[in-house]
């Protein structure tokens, strides 16, 4: 037999799935605010680690910085003693000049030959030179080898005339020598060996 049940429905009552979606409602609440709690809790401890983090590096970075600052004072330091190092051996080139003129022009003198009587050096590095020689042919080959000198910048026969002296004809000369520092290759060998 079939049983037909024609009664409406019966009516739960409404408070116990009220109370249901309550609770489940504070639990949520109370997970979502554990989460965003311990969230806040882990960022803030991120932060503070980074703050530290930044602090030492900002330590570092103006340690850093004071030691390029040393570092530069120092390099400038050396340039300005590098600078005075290079006006030092320029000086001292320089210095040696006038006994390297002179020392170029005796020593290619043929003591034999030629005889000099006055010299005159000027601060300009020309010298004047009055002399007697042999003959014209030994005058004008010591003039020649003079001119290959790394020192000579040029030579001018002011004049030359026949002299006697002592019963020998001699050439009577007078000659200017413009004298100058050698090329920088030959002279930076010299500087650095001399």
């Given at each position: 037999?079939?049983?037909?049940?024609?009664?409406?429905?019966?009516?739960?009552?409404?408070?116990?799935?009220?109370?249901?979606?309550m609770g489940v409602l504070g639990l949520t609440?109370?997970?979502?605010?554990?989460?965003i709690l311990l969230s806040y809790l882990w960022?803030?401890?991120?932060?503070?680690?980074?703050?530290?983090?930044?602090?030492?590096?900002?330590?570092?970075?103006?340690?850093?910085?004071?030691?390029?600052?040393?570092?530069?004072?120092?390099?400038?330091?050396?340039?300005?003693?590098?600078?005075?190092?290079?006006?030092?051996?320029?000086?001292?080139?320089?210095?040696?000049?006038?006994?390297?003129?002179?020392?170029?022009?005796?020593?290619v003198l043929p003591e034999e030959r030629i005889?000099?009587?006055?010299?005159?050096?000027?601060?300009?590095?020309?010298?004047?030179?009055?002399?007697?020689?042999?003959?014209?042919?030994?005058?004008?080959?010591?003039?020649?080898?003079?001119?290959?000198?790394?020192?000579?910048?040029?030579?001018?026969?002011?004049?030359?005339?026949?002299?006697?002296?002592?019963?020998?004809?001699?050439?009577?000369?007078?000659?200017?020598?413009?004298?100058?520092?050698?090329?920088?290759?030959?002279?930076?060998?010299?500087?650095?060996?001399?």
């Open positions: 037999m079939i049983r037909i049940n024609l009664l409406p429905p019966e009516k739960r009552p409404r408070i116990s799935t009220l109370r249901l979606d609440t109370v997970l979502v605010g554990g989460a960022i803030s401890g991120q932060v503070k680690d980074l703050e530290a983090v930044h602090q030492v590096r900002d330590a570092e970075n103006t340690a850093l910085l004071a030691e390029v600052a040393r570092a530069r004072r120092m390099e400038n330091e050396m340039k300005a003693i590098q600078g005075r190092i290079e006006v030092i051996k320029e000086i001292r080139g320089i210095q040696s000049l006038p006994v390297r003129y002179v020392d170029a022009l005796i020593s005889w000099f009587e006055t010299f005159h050096l000027d601060k300009n590095g020309v010298l004047q030179l009055k002399g007697v020689a042999m003959d014209n042919q030994s005058f004008a080959a010591y003039v020649e080898i003079l001119r290959t000198s790394a020192f000579v910048r040029g030579v001018v026969t002011e004049r030359t005339l026949r002299r006697e002296v002592q019963g020998l004809t001699l050439v009577e000369f007078h000659f200017r020598v413009m004298f100058g520092p050698p090329p920088n290759e030959y002279y930076q060998q010299q500087v650095e060996h001399g």
